[in-house]
């Protein structure tokens, strides 16, 4: 609970929720006849609405970026480090912009929503979503606004997706893309992570074929089996063995079958928590939006032909410890980059957090990440920031 | 803007492509940029030099130079420039020699080790140099390949490397006719257009 909320914090914010009764066809073939999106927004849209912001979410984000919802919350919006008057991404400058995606499970159309044909809860019949029809479904939301060119959309992992997709499929709808810790698309290895964590939930007995709620239930192993994995893929060696190396709980062994170890009770206590609050479905769908993202099919797979007509400038950053995704799959979006003649920054920031590394305060990725929004705000004709803090 | 950077700019066409290793911070391609049109990549490691590029808007890639060029295609830019980076790589050799695969043409500056100072300082005092242009004591130098224009000429003639135009300054005035005179003693820093 905050006592007391900071002046750097956007304060109290309130989400909103908006209707869309225009058909959204999608990448699957299928349709959804119409949608909500839950969004927050967070300073001005100002009178040409040139100093708009995206913030693309990853996997389990949602619309809630920064600030509180109210007194009683323990923590504030999962991007609250970058985003607030006076941050990197100044709300003092921007209008600041956030959703939660379709397929969501924070209150935008999902899989716990109503489907209007059989007026029963999808559940499983959810149509699969990709980045696609995600960044569709943004473009929408931009002309609600009356925004014609965001000034940037940004996003880490498949946050960042979403943000490269746009430069891809609207090239005139944006100045600027940040791509943090990201890649064009997954490995092998990457998908492979996310089927064992689908095949932890789709295998828990409490799945029901993804109908668990008609049986008053969820997943909850499952869940917790995946959120488990993932934790472990988003940290590091380094920050395992520097947050808690081999210390047990108790002191000593027990010699038996129960969490000896810190980092098992940790994991344990981080999968539970989040089975409780994330819906599995939702989790299943994140994941095969993921695995599907790659822009490069529709271009005969030549990434440079990809982003041929890109017309943004470019930031990418990548962790050194991040082997989920590794700054060599940066790499690989910078060098297509380069190669087409586009506009591009490239760092490089040592971190011992693994991928977790792209929400946290480190103070080289906040000076660069806020160096350049410097120059999204130079770009739309916003006075530097310092100058109007002062 | 520092003298070498001034010449190098003049051999410059407009709207090329140019790649510049070790760009510091973005000083050449931020006037190429505006000059020229010019379309420019630095490539640096320096965190400081990396956040005043983003600054002024120059196109920056965190890459470290003794990894090689290998993300890039042969001739894939019009211009490589490395200035003032020779003598801190790892290889200098190989390092021209994917300076002359990436690029069409390459230019490259160093400071002269066979400058009058240099050898004032060594064979007289029997100390490393140290000077304002090169102000490190020989144990925590980031130059740990220094040579002189003979040197750099003998390892051209070596790889069969072409020097298409070459041009010495001291730090303070460019082409100044005792540098030209006797360019290994006098000149402070050389700039080579080289070619394959």
């Known amino acids: ?390 | 803007m520092r003298a070498d950077l001034d010449i190098i700019q003049e051999w410059i066409q407009p709207r090329s492509r140019v790649l510049d290793l070790g760009c510091g911070s973005g000083e050449l391609l931020h006037f190429l940029k505006q000059d020229k049109q010019v379309h420019g990549y630095g490539m640096e490691i320096n965190p400081e030099d990396i956040a005043s590029c983003i600054d002024n808007g120059v196109n920056v890639i965190e890459q470290d130079l003794d990894q090689g060029l290998t993300n890039f295609q042969d001739k894939s830019f019009d211009v490589v420039i490395m200035t003032q980076a020779l003598q801190a790589v790892e290889r200098p050799d190989l390092v021209l020699d994917e300076m002359l695969r990436v690029g069409k043409e390459t230019i490259v500056t160093f400071p002269n080790f066979g400058h009058w100072r240099a050898r004032f300082y060594l064979a007289l005092k029997g100390e490393m140099p140290v000077s304002k242009f090169l102000p490190y004591t020989w144990y925590n130098s980031p130059n740990i390949h220094f040579c002189t224009f003979k040197d750099f000429e003998a390892l051209c003639r070596q790889k069969n490397i072409h020097i298409v135009r070459r041009t010495v300054v001291n730090s303070k005035h460019r082409d100044h006719w005792i540098t030209t005179l006797w360019p290994n003693m006098l000149g402070e820093i050389a700039i080579y257009h080289v070619a394959k």
């Open chain 1, 1 to 390: 609970m905050p006592e007391q909320i900071a002046a750097d914090s956007v304060g109290l914010v309130q989400p909103q929720t908006l209707q869309f009764d225009q058909p959204l066809s999608l990448r699957s073939g299928r349709v959804l006849p119409h949608y909500q999106l839950v969004i927050e927004t967070y300073g001005e849209l100002n009178a040409e609405r040139s100093n708009a912001v995206l913030i693309c979410h990853a996997l389990s984000g949602h619309h809630h970026l920064a600030g509180y919802h109210s007194m009683d919350d323990k923590k504030p919006g999962w991007w609250d480090s970058a985003i607030g008057p006076g941050k990197v991404i100044d709300t003092n400058r921007f209008f600041v912009v956030g959703l939660n995606n379709l397929g969501g499970c924070h209150g935008s159309t999902g899989p716990q929503s109503i489907n209007p044909e059989t007026g029963l809860e999808y559940g499983p019949d959810f149509p699969i979503v990709t980045v696609s029809d995600w960044v569709q479904s943004q473009v929408r939301l931009a002309d609600r606004f009356g925004i014609q060119q965001w000034a940037a959309v940004v996003g880490g992992s498949l946050g960042g997706m979403q943000a490269l997709h746009w430069s891809i499929d609207y090239p005139d709808r944006l100045r600027h893309c940040l791509m943090i810790a990201s890649a064009a698309k997954l490995t092998a290895q990457n998908i492979a992570f996310n089927e064992v964590a689908r095949q932890a939930i789709s295998k828990d007995p409490a799945f029901h074929g993804g109908r668990y709620k008609d049986h008053a239930t969820i997943p909850k192993q499952g869940l917790m089996l995946a959120r488990m994995l993932g934790h472990i893929t988003y940290l590091s060696d380094d920050s395992m063995r520097e947050k808690f190396g081999r210390e047990l709980r108790s002191g000593k062994l027990s010699y038996n079958y129960d969490a000896d170890f810190e980092v098992e009770s940790y994991l344990r206590y981080q999968g539970e928590s989040f089975s409780g609050a994330f819906d599995a479905n939702t989790y299943l769908l994140m994941t095969k939006a993921l695995d599907y993202f790659d822009p490069s099919v529709d271009f005969d797979h030549d990434l440079v032909a990809t982003l041929q007509g890109a017309k943004c400038g470019f930031l990418l950053v990548a962790f050194t410890t991040d082997w989920r995704f590794a700054p060599e799959r940066s790499r690989e979006v910078v060098d297509a980059l380069v190669a087409a003649g586009k506009d591009v920054s490239y760092a490089e920031i040592e971190s011992t957090h693994g991928h977790d590394a792209f929400l946290i305060p480190i103070p080289r990725y906040m000076d660069v990440f806020g160096r350049y929004m410097n120059r999204v705000g130079a770009d739309i004709g916003l006075a530097a920031a310092k100058q109007e803090l002062s």
